[in-house]
Structure formats: C-alpha cells, structure tokens
C-alpha cells in the first residue's frame, strides 16, 4: 500500500508525539538470538509510552526503530554467507516478528515503523532484502519498502542489483522505489541509512507527498562528526517535511561479548519542517526520544510561507539535465549471483574512472 491508497484519510489530531526508539542491540547469529532482540525492543516500546507523555502536545501515535535493531550487524562484521543469513537470521515480513509488533500497535493505539532484514522467495530465491516497514494501530503492515542504495560492507540485494527482476514484479514508477502511505497521522514514508546520504531519496519522498519521513540509522563517525544532525535538518528543510531519526544506542557484536561497542553512537532526534531540532539525544545509551509533529502547522507552512513557497521554483527542465550526463551505475549487477564484496568495489571503481575521464571530477597530482 502506498501513494496511490483510494481514500485519503482525515487529520486524527491537530498534533500528535512521535518517538524515536534508541535501544541496546545485538548482532544476530540465529533465530534465537532475533527473539532477544524483539524482546528488549517491545520493552522499550513499553518503557517509552509510560514517559513520553510528559512532552505534552498530544497523544503518542507514531513509534520508531532504527535500522538494525531487530536482527543487529553481525551478517556484516562477519561477511556471513548469504544462505546461511537466509536459513538462519533473515526474517519474512508479516512473521512472527511482524506479529509481536503488531500486538504493540494495537496495545496503544499508535503506528509502529521498523527494519529487518527478509526474504521475499516471490521477487528472488536465496536473497535478503534490508526493508523498511510500518505498521498500523489495527495491526496491518501498511507500507514495506526496500533499501534501494546498499554500502560495501552489506551482503543485501538491492532493487538496482536486480533492475530487471524488480521491474518485473513491482513495476519502474517512483512509487515501486519510495512508496508513501497516506494516514491521519500525515503521509508517511521510510529512508534507511546509506540511501539517506543522497539528498536525491527525499526528493523522491517528497514527490510523493511524504510529510514524515523517518530515517534510520547511521554509523560512527558519521554522527561524532556532526554528518548525522545537520543532513537530518537539511533533508527536512530542503523539503518541507519532518525528519524522525531513530538511531542505536549500546551495541553488543553477538549476545556472547559482555562489553559493548558504539557502532552507532546514538543522538537520536526528531526534525520539524524548518529544519529546527525539536528534541534530541545528547547521549548513545538506550532510550527513547518524544517530539511533537503537526501536520496542519505543516501544510500551512507549505503552502503559505515564503520558505514553503520556494519547492514552486524547482527548476526540473534545467536540471534534468545533471542525470542524463551523470554516469550511472550499472543496473542487474546481483541478477545472476549473490553479492560479492570485491565485485562490488570493482564497480565503485570503475565509476571513480569515468568521472575522470568524463571531465566531470579532476584526478590528484
């Protein structure tokens, strides 16, 4: 379900307060250890509904995860192989984490957007695909969408590794890339990690009508560095919208190591359309961060302010240009094959050389 639902629903409350969930993660080696994980994550979801109220501007309605906090990093850290993370580790969306989820939704009333790593035999046999998901207050997965930009270090299948495929079966329009599902929340849409690095994933999302866009997870040193905060308020003011970034806390490499490690470093945060901080974490331990979202104040500004003006002069027939002469990188490149780590460095490569030699990016002395 996405941008093109039939019946568009009505505001639910003038505000609302969304949060952004920073827990203690493990790195998943089997089934057993994704069952510790959903358990600290439905207890945080508890822990963070008996305290965020003390925000005030309404009632809770939207609970976010980051990317990872179901199934951890270990496939990653230990180039786990692709069949093994499939049999062992790789969920299905809906399953029965999906279910305990579901169970939370219902319990308070509120949508639920999280990430795990899944199979979906139907689209490819023997791949896993890192998905976004959200769910809503009734319990029903209303929206799934898929990492379409993936980083070195990561053995899943991305859409453009299997262009073909992927056409085949969802179709080429923007939404079978950046879907966006209406509610009474606001139009709501989801951005995970190495995607979030391209400001061109939340121009798409705000095509579509995103209004909230959660963006999950990003690792060190990009947030000591002070990458994580001000792409955070970029992407919001750049596109009139709220930027809701969960990020991890405590990280364990696998349930076995007693000492944690911050991968991830946390300062979790919520982003109005201004691009102004509305709370934030100053911290990496676990916990929970509440902010107040309004729509209405949203759309107003949108649609009246002179900075919500400015999206009316995009300029799209001058710059479409940048994307016809950028050299593209190349579609179906795991159609026939797993991920290989090597293979894909060979092609970022090979993009380094034909920006050189496309005059477009200067070779060093």
Known sequence: MGHSEK?????????YIAVTL????YGCRN?????RNMDNQLRLIDDAMYTSWLMGGGPVKLVTLPEGSIQGMWDEMSHMDQAVYCSDVAITIPGEETDRLAEKAKQYNIYIAAQAKMIDPDIMPGRYFNTGFIISPEGEIILKHTKNIISL???STSPY????RWVEKKGDNLEAFYPVV????GNLAIAICAETIFPETFRAFS??????????????????????EYTNRTRAADNVCYIVAPNFGPYYTNPEIGATYSICGGNSM???????????????????????ICIKKLRKYRTESPQGLMLTQMRSGLWKQIYEKWPDYPKNLYLEKTYDDAESRNALHKQFGQLVASGIHEPPE
Request: glycine share 10%; with cysteine; hydrophobic share 40%.
């Open 7 to 15: 019946v568009k629903p009505g505001l639910s409350c003038d505000s």
């Open 22 to 25: 920073q827990p203690r993660v």
């Open 31 to 35: 089934k057993e250890d994704v069952r």
């Open 153 to 155: 270090i990561e053995g």
């Open 161 to 164: 590794d299997i262009w073909d």
């Open 182 to 185: 209406k509610t009474d929340i």
């Open 207 to 228: 095509l579509m009508g995103a209004e909230v866009i959660v963006k999950m997870t990003m690792a060190e040193p990009m947030i000591m560095t002070g990458w994580w």
């Open 270 to 292: 919520i982003v109005d359309y201004r691009g102004d901080i509305v709370t934030k974490a100053d911290h990496g331990n676990e916990g929970s961060v509440p902010g107040e």
